[in-house]
């Protein structure tokens, strides 16, 4: 039963990382100065102060490698929608970017209903059926919002990192980078974005605009997903 339960998650890792480093490839680029990420957080009611410093420090030591650092701009006390992450990206979707903020990142904190679907996976697991636990994500169209699981509570989470490791993984995404193998077009993407905000200037750091091209401006993504 554990054999086949850990053959599960290993699959879904696979099939949900961002990428592993190619350290030589890297290193033939320049990231420039030091950049700054500012995030507007939606922190749990359950989730303390000392568990988001926690987090942004996690993700930031990945930063540092592109010489970017996340910033926490605003704190907004939040209560987790529903019991999916569906419900928490609907919420988001419908989000104005405030002044101030590059990105919103809400951080969810454990629920009942989290450990409760942990052990109806175990039971689903008896009859080869797969699940598949939600530890974060990010939109697609343009990487600028999204959430993570704040706690690490099922073995599941446990055995891909934790908490700390889906923050960096989804901080990818808030970068634009998609799933891949290796880490090495993301690489460019990255410098991308940061040729890029040394051109825009320091009011707001750059997203992906859908089918290329990037978003430089609050207003420009305010209007993209609320149309005003």
């Known amino acids: 039963m554990r054999h086949i339960r850990f053959l599960l998650l290993i699959l879904l890792t696979s099939c949900t990382t961002v990428g592993f480093h190619r350290s030589s490839v890297r290193d033939t680029y320049e990231y420039g ?3 700054f990420i500012r995030v507007c957080v939606w922190k749990d009611e359950n989730v303390s102060k000392e568990r988001m410093d926690y987090l942004f420090d996690s993700w930031n030591e990945e930063l540092v490698l592109y010489n970017l650092q996340a910033k926490v701009a605003q704190v907004k006390d939040w209560q987790r ?3 999916t992450g569906k419900a928490i990206m609907e919420e988001l979707y419908k989000a104005e970017l405030p002044d101030g903020c590059d990105r919103i990142l809400a951080l969810a904190g454990v629920r009942f209903s989290d450990i409760a679907y942990e052990f109806a996976s175990y039971i ?3 009859f080869f059926i797969p699940t598949f636990e939600v530890l974060g994500a990010v939109d697609s169209p343009t990487g600028t919002r999204g959430f993570v699981l704040a706690h690490t509570a099922s073995l599941g989470h446990l055995l891909v990192g ?3 490791n889906t923050i960096v993984h989804e901080g990818y995404h808030l970068l ?7 880490l090495s077009e993301c690489y460019g993407q990255i410098k991308e974005l ?3 905000s040394e051109i825009a200037g320091d009011s707001f750091f750059p997203a992906t605009y859908p089918g290329g091209g990037f978003i430089t401006s609050r207003k420009q993504l305010n209007y993209f997903f609320l149309g005003r």
């Open 33 to 35: 100065k030091m950049k």
């Open 81 to 83: 929608p529903g019991w």
């Open 124 to 126: 689903l697991a008896l």
């Open 162 to 164: 934790g908490a700390a």
């Open 176 to 182: 634009g980078c998609g799933h891949a193998f290796y």
């Open 194 to 196: 940061k040729t890029t």
